[in-house]
């Protein structure tokens, strides 16, 4: 067991990686904006337009918008988690992570700050998406409220983990694409933010299966829309297993990436 | 302070560093002059443990480099040739974050955050976000960050490059005023031939990965066999009074002038137009230039390299 004085220094500098990564968040104005008004777009004008034509199934008295709600907080997490975990690769370009791997400062607590730094983005966008839900007839109560910020900051740990990990084997940033077309875009639209997973031909739900978003998205439906079919236990449970393996590997690439 | 020993970086089809042993005293100014790809900022990369040699060995502060990493990290402050700082974070707070990673205890944080501050010549622009600095200005933040947890010895990797030329003259102001109040060893790459001339007491020319010289800079060009003097005059008997003296190693004529190899033209030009009655006379020394042409059989290229982080480096 580490003594006090050794944990409060590891927790500082913890601490340290974590509060630039915040400062840096809190001045990007430009950044929030704009990733916050993404699924907003989606909300309104998908959740109405699709919404004016179709209705759900399994869940017939709910309309589409409400539906989508949290598939829509859901995308706000993949993106903001992802990304942010790829940008890695930006800061690798302009030296900053060398300053701090040149310091005394072991990979597995920068990789945790870090991650820190991305689940903080996406619990402050996902709050602002939960307040703006009330607009459309979302109610809340404070467990549902805890439930989902446990999901968002679950689900949001293992993408962070997935974009520092992905991040830390590209050297170009054409690797940023990559991972945009391949990881993310598939990780929204396999989750089944957008439609339910009830119907699916055979090929589409081994895929929504395989997919971790997958999880967050059905265990946030389960919680913000209380609809009672859902499994949450066992949502749950799946999201912390993929949780913790995106967390493991990404403390791998990250001790195995090189410096310079 | 460091010891290097055999040390050797390779790459697939290409030894970046090639056997190489050197001893850097404590509290001198060290420089690794080379042209760009000679090998410089790997060394450099190995000596501060980002980058594991391929064979050899070396250690800095009396640490080895590839098994005790932490004790030489916290041995050594480094300062890379593109900004690391963040530019969304004031000058302070760039400072502050570092101060944590290096845990320097509570009690004495902000007090080293100032004095650095104060040494780099910063602290009126502390609470100023560092994407308002000038290039100069960013790199000496730079160098405050590597002080704050008072190393032993400092890397300075280019630390001009790209600077216009009263700004590097300010770096090296507070390059040698940080070897003098903080007692510390710099070891700094460059490929500018001034620049290693005004401000290190010991070069080591590094050209493809082994240092093909190493001596003070008066003795890399005095290497050279000395000074050039220029004497245009009339005087029959001007050849035979010049040969008399014995600090003449050699006499030409070129273009109408006596050209002359001497030891040292500041003081032998002086006796030789007591005896010569010349129109004109000059003398060039030779420079570091010189040294490097004699040493490689090329000329060192002034230009920055044309690498990513060059082009992105926000520097003037």
Redesign the interface.
């Known amino acids: 067991m580490p003594n006090t004085t050794d944990l409060q220094v590891h927790l500082a500098k913890l601490y340290a990686i974590w509060l630039r990564e915040f400062k840096v968040f809190l001045r990007e104005k430009s950044r929030l904006v704009a990733s916050t008004f993404t699924p907003i777009l989606w909300l309104f004008v998908i959740g109405s337009g699709i919404g004016s034509t179709v209705s759900v199934p399994s869940a017939p008295d709910l309309d589409y918008q409400k539906f989508i709600f949290p598939g829509i907080i859901s995308m706000s997490i993949i993106f903001t988690s992802v990304f942010y975990g790829s940008y890695i690769i930006w800061d690798r370009k302009f030296d900053f992570l060398k300053s701090v791997m040149v310091a005394p400062v072991s990979r597995g607590t920068v990789f945790v700050g870090k991650t820190l730094g991305g689940m903080t983005n996406s619990l402050i966008q996902a709050s602002i998406l939960l307040v703006i839900g009330a607009s459309i007839g979302i109610s809340f109560n404070p467990v549902f409220i805890l439930q989902a910020v446990a999901v968002i900051l679950l689900l949001s740990f293992g993408l962070t983990s997935l974009g520092l990990a992905l991040g830390s084997y590209m050297y170009s940033l054409e690797g940023f694409q990559m991972i945009v077309s391949f990881v993310v875009f598939p990780l929204f639209f396999l989750s089944g933010a957008l439609f339910p997973l009830d119907n699916l031909p055979a090929w589409l739900s081994v895929l929504t299966a395989i997919d971790p978003a997958t999880y967050g998205v059905n265990a946030l439906r389960t919680t913000i829309l209380d609809i009672e079919s859902n499994n949450l236990a066992a949502d749950l449970a799946i999201l912390t297993a993929y949780t913790a393996a995106l967390g493991i590997f990404g403390v791998y690439s990250f001790r195995r990436m090189k410096a310079v | 302070m460091i010891k290097i020993r055999n040390l050797v970086k390779r790459y697939e089809r290409l030894t970046a560093v090639d056997n190489l042993t050197l001893d850097i005293e404590e509290n001198e100014i060290f420089g690794l002059l080379g042209s760009n790809g000679a090998g410089k900022t790997t060394t450099i ?1 190995m000596l ?4 594991k040699p391929t064979s050899g060995t070396a250690t800095v502060n009396g640490f080895d480099i590839v098994h005790q990493p ?1 004790k030489v ?2 041995s ?1 402050g ?1 300062v ?7 530019d ?2 004031t000058g302070y ?1 760039n400072l502050y ?2 101060s ?4 320097l205890p509570r009690s004495i944080r902000q007090k080293r955050i100032e004095e650095v501050l104060e040494l780099v010549g910063l602290s009126d622009r502390k609470n100023d976000r560092v994407k308002t600095y000038s290039g100069g200005m960013r790199r000496r933040l ?1 160098i405050a ?1 590597g002080l704050l947890h008072k190393p032993k010895v400092m890397f300075l990797d280019e630390p001009t490059l790209g600077l216009d030329p009263a700004s590097r003259e300010t770096m090296w102001k507070y390059i040698r005023r940080l070897v003098e109040e903080e007692k510390i060893t710099v070891i700094l790459t460059t490929h500018y031939m001034e620049e290693a001339d005004m401000l290190c007491n010991r070069i080591g020319v590094i050209d493809k990965g082994r240092i093909i010289a190493l001596d003070t800079p008066t003795n890399l060009k005095a290497g050279l066999g000395g000074d050039i003097i220029r004497i245009k005059t009339q005087a029959s008997n001007a050849e035979e009074i010049a040969k008399g003296f014995d600090f003449v190693h050699k006499l030409e004529y070129e273009n109408g002038f006596m050209v002359l190899s001497v030891k040292d033209a500041k003081r032998d030009l002086p006796v030789l137009l007591k005896q010569i009655e010349a129109e004109y006379a000059d003398f060039t020394s030779p420079t570091l230039n010189d040294v490097f042409i004699r040493l490689t059989g090329r000329n060192i290229k002034e230009a920055p390299e044309g690498g ?2 060059e082009r ?1 480096a926000k520097y003037d």
Request: hydrophobic share 50%; no cysteine.
């Open positions: 990369h501060a443990t980002l980058l932490a990290r916290e050594i480094i890379f040739q593109a900004p690391s700082s963040d969304m974070l707070e974050i570092h944590l990673l290096y845990s730079e960050r990513f982080s992105f």
